[in-house]
């Protein structure tokens, strides 16, 4: 059976979603998604030309409120889960190397 | 005492006829006997309760007024956040995660002085039928050790049915809370989408989840609506009164639905199980007894309601699921050479294969060049299948159906085969791509004493009436009163 999703595809939809999977995750997981996609295409049996999307099912849209601040988390509140931090700063590994020249 | 309803303890609480140190006293001595086989719990509470349980009593004893829960101990499902003790998802990525504040609903059942004895296990994020797929630890059914306590809110309900709480949380996106109350032997309620404020529940799929209660009985499950129905200005999608104001579930309870006429299609209970079957049609003949009417008709697009729905709650949960980046909180991987790592193996080390799956499917169908193929498709079915039940709903008060279409599974039965595990999904995901409240009420016992479900919807915002319906029927029958 020829998959949907192929080994190469695959991979490029899991650096889309940010894992970095195994090969035999890959493997594995290009035959999963090819078969759910298959059984997707049932969907495809039904002429929707005429029908509205419905994203929810609420009658309400945009909801607002007053623009006004209202008590929040502290700062030590909003780092106490941080895996990394320096003071209430989220610590995180340098983003540019050093010779991009920024 | 463990037999006693949520409405019965509260009672008896709030007269001062019994303690509710004592009610917390035998749920912990219940779960120290079972835990360890049920395995219902992420993480329990004895102190905690136990103080909380101390100060209801001391404010019955001094004579102050209680809340609608006071001194019943309860359970919530592991999803929902708690400023004390950890808030997991029965994820690895948030299994030292301390939420520094409390979900709408646990603000709620602190205000009817309820008391948390614990977080229950559950599929990780949610996803899945069987609560297999949690990345913390095993639970099983309180019947049958070796089946499934269905999922995803698994624990909550195997909590509830082996006397572990009074009543619990669990939340549905596709079947979450139905499934396992079938499963379980229990009644399960998932309302409107709209009804249960969702601020402080970890999100999966934001427009098709929502909060609702397990209960022993009807009266529980109401009891618990009451308490935790109505509008939250941080949940920009719960609904307020000018909308659909809030029902009391309790007050009629016990007053049957005059000239009630019920739909059923007949070729979901034709797909059932034998033994689901022969219990579903002995719960209409019930009805019928009752002086109902039966009315046979045809909801067309709910064959394409698991497809519908594998695309639009993944491309929900993709997108949901980016906020686990290894930065701001969660797991981060130990050693990485960049950003790029810090984002792709924090979260490849720390999801399950299910998770991942989804993600992953959900990120196909939203990416360029497959978005109108898919998505928009599905979000065009959801409109049909909202469709089916306004026109059912046109015909008769309420629709009729298996919850599933067997009892429980055996543990390992439908792990190999994802595609197997959400075709088993079909009777309960059309209700939350059409936002309308759907019960799960026991209806019999299969050949191996395995709990099977009836169950009932109604249109939007009538969850009154939609307990009134499951009511009429336990008032006759009393599956509930068994115990595993």
């Known amino acids: 059976m020829s998959n949907k999703i192929d080994e190469a595809q695959a991979r490029q939809v899991a650096k889309l979603s940010r ?18 996609l298959e059984y997707i295409e049932k ?46 700063y989220f610590k995180v590994p340098k983003v540019l190397d050093d010779n991009s020249g920024a | 005492m463990l037999e006693l309803s949520c409405r019965q303890l509260r ?32 993480s329990t509470f004895k102190d905690i309760a136990l103080e909380k349980a101390r100060s209801v009593d001391a404010k019955i004893a001094a004579g102050e007024k209680v809340g609608l829960l006071a001194g019943v101990p309860v359970a919530i499902k592991d999803n929902m956040c708690t400023s004390f003790g950890a808030t997991t998802c029965a994820s690895k990525i948030l299994e030292n995660f301390h939420a520094p504040y ?45 089946k499934v306590p269905g999922g995803s809110s698994g624990g909550s309900a195997a909590a509830v049915a082996g006397r572990m709480c009074f009543a619990s949380l669990g939340s549905d996106t596709g079947g979450s809370i139905r499934q396992p109350a079938s499963f379980c032997g229990v009644v399960g309620l998932k309302p409107t989408y ?21 209960g022993r009985d009807v009266g529980d499950a109401a009891l618990m609506m009451n308490v935790i129905a109505g509008h939250d200005e941080r949940d920009s999608t719960s609904v307020g009164a000018d909308i659909a104001p809030v029902a009391d579930c309790l007050v009629d309870l016990d007053k049957p639905v005059e000239g009630l006429k019920i739909a059923v299609v ?51 949960a993709s997108s949901n699921l980016a906020r686990y980046d290894g930065v701001h909180y969660g797991h981060r991987t130990a050693d990485p050479k960049d950003y790029f790592e810090v984002y792709s193996k924090s979260r490849a080390e720390a999801f399950g294969d299910e998770v991942k799956r989804r993600i992953m499917l959900g990120t196909y169908v939203l990416s360029s060049g497959y978005y109108d193929a898919y998505y928009l498709k599905a979000l065009k079915v959801r409109n049909l299948i909202r469709g089916d039940f306004t026109a059912a709903f046109e015909k008769a008060d309420c629709i009729m159906m298996p919850v599933s279409p067997t009892t ?51 249109p939007a915002f009538t969850e009154d009436k939609l307990l009134r319906i499951a009511r009429m029927y336990e008032k006759e029958h009393q599956w509930h009163t068994k115990v595993p």
């Not at chain 2, 309820?114 to 069987?130: L, P, Q």
């Open chain 1, 19 to 36: 894992l970095d999977l195994t090969d035999d995750e890959i493997k594995r997981f290009s035959g999963d998604l090819s078969s759910i």
């Open chain 1, 43 to 88: 969907l495809d049996e039904l002429n929707t030309d005429s029908v509205e999307p419905l994203a929810h099912c609420l009658p309400v849209h945009n909801v607002f409120r007053a623009d006004v601040p209202k008590e929040s988390l502290t700062a030590e509140q909003a780092v106490a889960n941080a895996p990394e931090r320096y003071d209430n």
């Open chain 2, 11 to 42: 009672d008896d609480i709030a007269a001062g006829r019994v303690k509710s140190v004592d009610a917390v006293e035998a749920v912990f001595a219940q779960i120290e006997k079972h835990e360890q086989t049920i395995g219902a719990f992420v």
């Open chain 2, 102 to 146: 409390d979900a709408g609903v646990v603000e709620k059942l602190n205000a009817a002085d309820a008391v948390i004895v614990g977080k229950c296990n559950m599929d990780e994020f949610a996803m899945g039928s069987s609560t297999e797929n949690s990345g913390l630890k095993q639970t099983v059914n309180p019947w049958d050790n070796s």
């Open chain 2, 194 to 214: 709209g009804r249960v404020s969702r601020y402080g529940l970890v999100a999966y799929g934001s427009s098709l989840d929502q909060i609702g209660p397990f």
């Open chain 2, 266 to 316: 007949p070729q979901f209970n034709a797909g059932a199980s034998d033994e689901v079957q022969a219990a579903i049609t002995a719960a209409l003949e019930a009805y019928k007894g009752m002086g109902a009417e039966i009315v046979e008709i045809e909801m067309p697009h709910i064959d394409y309601a698991i497809a519908a729905y594998y695309v639009i709650a993944t491309a929900e």
């Open chain 2, 408 to 458: 429980a599974f055996g543990i390992g039965e439908k792990t190999d085969d994802p595609m197997q595990m959400y075709l088993a999904d079909i009777y309960t995901i059309a209700a939350n791509l059409a936002g309308v409240p759907g019960v799960s009420v026991p209806c019999g016992f299969d050949s191996g004493n395995m709990p099977i479900g009836l169950q009932i919807f109604t």
